[in-house]
Nanobody, 121 residues
Framework: VQLQAFGGGLVQAGGSLRLSCAASPPTFGFYRMGWFRQAPGKEREFVANIIRSGTSTYADSVKGRFTVSRDNAKNTVYLQIHSLKPDDTAVYYC????????????????WGQGTQVTVSS
């Protein structure tokens, strides 16, 4: 599975972004898709995940501001981010996996290259 994340950028605090992650080949539907982020000097942390049926899980720090969705027909997963904060500044990664609860880095076998999100205050 190859993943490509895009949609990051520089945005002011309070703004919104939609990140996308395109997956190939079309075995996409079998995988749980996750979003993680990594800020400078910090470990990669779980943000959200979603399974084929659409059931999703979020980190407490992003609940209510982030929404994950997937389009199985387009092999794409999205992360809609609202009310951005400077603390959201990080490289955001999408990942595909089938193990565990889907909240740990080790639960994922495939990773995209990441897209930078920078939030200015």
């Amino acid at each position: 599975v190859q993943l490509q994340a895009f949609g990051g950028g520089l945005v002011q605090a309070g703004g919104s972004l939609r990140l996308s992650c395109a997956a190939s080949p079309p075995t996409f539907g079998f995988y749980r898709m996750g979003w993680f982020r990594q800020a400078p000097g910090k470990e990669r942390e779980f943000v959200a995940n979603i399974i084929r049926s659409g059931t999703s899980t979020y980190a407490d720090s992003v609940k209510g501001r982030f929404t994950v969705s997937r389009d199985n027909a387009k092999n794409t997963v999205y992360l809609q981010i609202h009310s951005l904060k400077p603390d959201d500044t990080a490289v955001y990664y999408c990942a595909a996996g089938t193990s565990g609860w889907g909240t740990a880095v080790g639960d994922y076998n495939y990773w995209g290259q990441g897209t930078q999100v920078t939030v200015s205050s």
